[in-house]
């Protein structure tokens, strides 16, 4: 029982608990990304482009993780 909660993040090279702090800290993040959005859905000349940056960010931030995790499966 206690592989399916460590296969993914033993695969991104973390403990459970990392994983967990890092994917609690995407979840605050996306939840603050999210009332932006509203706010600018409401106002479009707020947050003009913060959300949409945050995003590519995030993205390209996990995009290297995963591939660092990769290096590191294969040495």
């Given amino acids: 029982m206690k592989n399916i909660f460590t296969k993914h993040p033993n695969s991104l090279g ?4 990392q994983h967990f702090g890092k994917a609690l800290q995407f979840s605050a993040l996306l939840l603050s990304l999210s009332f932006k959005a509203l706010v ?9 482009t913060a959300v949409s940056d945050k995003i590519k960010a995030l ?5 290297k ?7 590191r499966i294969q040495d």
């Fill in 59 to 63: 993205s390209e931030g996990m995009q």
């Fill in 65 to 71: 993780r995963r591939q660092e995790a990769m290096k």
């Fill in 40 to 48: 600018h859905a409401l106002l479009p000349f707020c947050y003009e």
């Fill in 14 to 17: 973390e403990s459970y608990l």
